[in-house]
C-alpha cells in the first residue's frame, strides 16, 4: 500500500508564527495564559499546558501581571481593551492575514458600507472580524441568507480566512444586482486554498484519504469536505489511535493531508501507524 504525503498539509504560516511565539513567551515568562486555545489542535495545546501555557475562556481568568497571548484567529478591540485593564502583557499572535480581514473590515465599516462577513457565525475569527466594525456586520454563511434580508446600496464584503472561493463568487453573484456599489476583500488565505487544491489533487489519485486534524478546525472540517466531494473515502482523525485498520481492506494508495494546525509529530505519528499496518510513503514532506 503506497501512502501518499500532502507536501502542503500541517502548519501554516501564521499557526507556525504563533506556536513559535508561544514557546518564547515559555521561555522568557515560564508560561501564562491564551485566551481559548492557541490553535484548533487539543493535543498541541495540551503539549503547550504541560508547558506552563495554560488556555483560559475568559479575560477574568487572566492574573494580573501574566502574558496572554491573543490566538491566531484574533480577538475583537473590547477583549484587548479589558486584558489591558487586567493588567496583564499582551501577546498578539492574531494572524497577519486575519488582521488584514479585521482591517478590511472596519475601513469598510468607517467608510459607510452594509459590511457582511462571510464565514461561520459561531466561529471566533469570523466574530472577532465582525466585533472590529463595533458588531455592525453580519456574518453570513451561504448567500442565501442574505435573501430575506433588507440590504443598503453599498455593501462590503470580507472572508473568515478559511472560506471557499466558490461560496465568495456565489455572495458576489446574488450581491450584484442588489446593490450599486459592492466593494470585496477577498481575505481567503492562500495557505488554505493552496492546501486544498493539493489534497483535491492528491484524494483523485488515491482509494482512501485521511485528513488529519483537530475536530474544532475549521479548516480541517473543510479539508475533509472538499476531499470527500472527489468522490474518494475520506476520514478525518485527529490521531493516530483514531485510524481503523478495517478501512484500509483493499486499499492500494492512501493519501494523507492536515489541516493548518496540524503539528509535524502527529502528522508523522499517523504515517508511523500506515507503515506498521504495511504502508510505505511514496512522497516526501516538502
Ligand atoms: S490558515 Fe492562513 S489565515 Fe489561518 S492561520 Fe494559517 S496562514 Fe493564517
Not at 462577513?117 to 466585533?131: K, Q
Not at 455593501?155 to 463568487?169: G, H, S
Amino acid at each position: 500500500m503506497q501512502v501518499i504525503l500532502v507536501p502542503e498539509g500541517g502548519f501554516c504560516f501564521g499557526v507556525r508564527r504563533a506556536m513559535e511565539m508561544a514557546e518564547k513567551a515559555i521561555a522568557e515568562s515560564g508560561g501564562g495564559a491564551t485566551l481559548g486555545p492557541l490553535i484548533h489542535n487539543q493535543e498541541a495545546v495540551d503539549r503547550l499546558a504541560e508547558q506552563g501555557l495554560r488556555a483560559i475562556e475568559k479575560v477574568e481568568e487572566a492574573r494580573p501581571g501574566e502574558v496572554v497571548m491573543l490566538r491566531t484567529h484574533g480577538t475583537g478591540p473590547a477583549t484587548i481593551q479589558a486584558l489591558a485593564e487586567r493588567g496583564v502583557t499582551i501577546v498578539d499572535a492574531t494572524c497577519p492575514f486575519v488582521a488584514r480581514a479585521q482591517r478590511e473590515a472596519r475601513r469598510f465599516q468607517e467608510e459607510g458600507y452594509d459590511v457582511l462577513v462571510l464565514g461561520e457565525p459561531d466561529h471566533p475569527e469570523a466574530i472577532g472580524i465582525a466585533e472590529h466594525t463595533g458588531g455592525a456586520a453580519r456574518i453570513i454563511e451561504r448567500a442565501g441568507d442574505l435573501r430575506d434580508q433588507p440590504l443598503r446600496k453599498r455593501v462590503a464584503v470580507v472572508c473568515q480566512t478559511t472560506q471557499r472561493l466558490d461560496r465568495l463568487q456565489e455572495l458576489v453573484a446574488m450581491l450584484l444586482p442588489r446593490c450599486i456599489e459592492l466593494r470585496v476583500a477577498n481575505t481567503i488565505c492562500d495557505a488554505t486554498s493552496k492546501r486544498q487544491e493539493a489534497s483535491v489533487q492528491v484524494a483523485r489519485q488515491v482509494d482512501l484519504m485521511l485528513v488529519v486534524g483537530g475536530r474544532h478546525s475549521a479548516n480541517t472540517t473543510r479539508l475533509a469536505q472538499i476531499c470527500a466531494e472527489t468522490g474518494t473515502p475520506t476520514h478525518h482523525i485527529e490521531t493516530a489511535e483514531e485510524l481503523r485498520p478495517e478501512w484500509l481492506a483493499g486499499v492500494e494508495r492512501v493519501g494523507v493531508t492536515a489541516g493548518a494546525s496540524t503539528p509535524d509529530w502527529i502528522i508523522a505519528a499517523v504515517v508511523a501507524r500506515l507503515e506498521t499496518l504495511g504502508g510505505t510513503v511514496a512522497g516526501s514532506r516538502g
